[in-house]
């Protein structure tokens, strides 16, 4: 299996202009995607397969089928992703939109194990240490809309981007934001003042297979005309409240020294995905 970067080919489609119009304003006329039906990812009944992308890369898929059979993943496979995919990957993610069109980003790479691993130390998500590449992107923050976080915004979509791209090759990844203080981690990066740290991102190939997750709401749960219904929300949370906000304070409070040694004992408080499932 080699590890250089298959050289990807723009397959012979039809122009927009030479296929039969659609009423688009008719939802009758528009696909539904359904798993068994996919093109591309193959799915036994149970799992999806989109390991299998990474032998046999399709960035022309079907952007329904990406966005359906893409999930976060925190378990990678042992085989390294190239840094000239990775440049691929975020050649393609600069197409996601920013406030005022600023492309303001700027993206720290980490696959030094020493450096992952302190901030796996520090508080960061645990399964950081199963982890070989991840990067932490950057946004200036410097404009006069703070109120609407225009730089948190502007990241996001280039994460989102990243993701649905990253999967159509056979590359999983997880956005992280548990993570040490802005503070801290903006010190050990030596980020400027100027831009704020939006997101930790790690990535990696798949291992075969991936769980379906279904979705947990409906569009009719979600959907509210002209205004916000509260009587249609449980303002309840199942993730210990006030008591673990205030917990988690206090824990990155401490200096990171003592951290490190408290870390085994953190871990069993963290938030896990153990319904996680993969080859």
């Not at 970067?5 to 927009?16: A, E, F, G």
């Not at 925190?74 to 406030?99: G, K």
């Not at 791209?165 to 003042?193: D, M, Y």
């Amino acid at each position: 299996m080699t590890n250089q970067p298959r050289l990807l080919t723009t397959p012979t489609q039809p122009r927009v202009s030479e296929t039969p119009p659609t009423d688009t304003s008719n939802p009758e006329a528009l696909p539904e995607f359904r798993f068994e039906t996919g093109t591309v990812v193959r799915y036994d009944g149970h799992f999806l397969f989109p390991g299998e992308l990474a032998d046999h890369p399709q960035p022309h898929m079907p952007l329904l089928e990406a966005i359906w059979t893409r999930r976060s993943t925190r378990s990678y496979s042992e085989r390294p992703v190239p840094r000239a995919v990775f440049a691929w990957l975020v050649r393609q993610a600069m197409n996601a939109p920013t406030a005022c069109n600023e492309q303001q980003w700027k993206i720290i790479h980490l696959d030094d194990p020493a450096l992952i691993r302190d901030l796996h130390e520090r508080g960061s998500a645990s399964f950081l240490t199963k982890t070989r590449h991840c990067f932490l992107l950057c946004y200036n923050r410097q404009n006069d809309n703070r109120p609407w976080q225009d730089h948190i915004q502007s990241g996001a979509a280039f994460v989102t981007l990243f993701q649905l791209v990253a999967h159509t090759i056979g590359i999983g990844s997880c956005w992280i934001g548990h993570l040490p203080n802005k503070s801290e981690v903006r010190r050990l990066f030596q980020i400027p003042r100027a831009y704020d740290p939006v997101a930790l991102v790690a990535y990696g190939y798949y291992r075969q297979r991936v769980k379906i997750m279904p979705r947990k709401h409906d569009v009719a749960h979600l959907l509210m005309e002209n205004r916000f219904r509260a009587e249609e929300v449980p303002f309840k949370t199942k993730r210990g409240g006030w008591f673990r906000i205030i917990a988690r304070w206090c824990y990155y409070k401490v200096p990171a020294f003592l951290r490190r040694r408290l870390r085994a004992l953190a871990t069993p408080y963290e938030k896990k995905f153990y319904y996680e499932s993969y080859d």
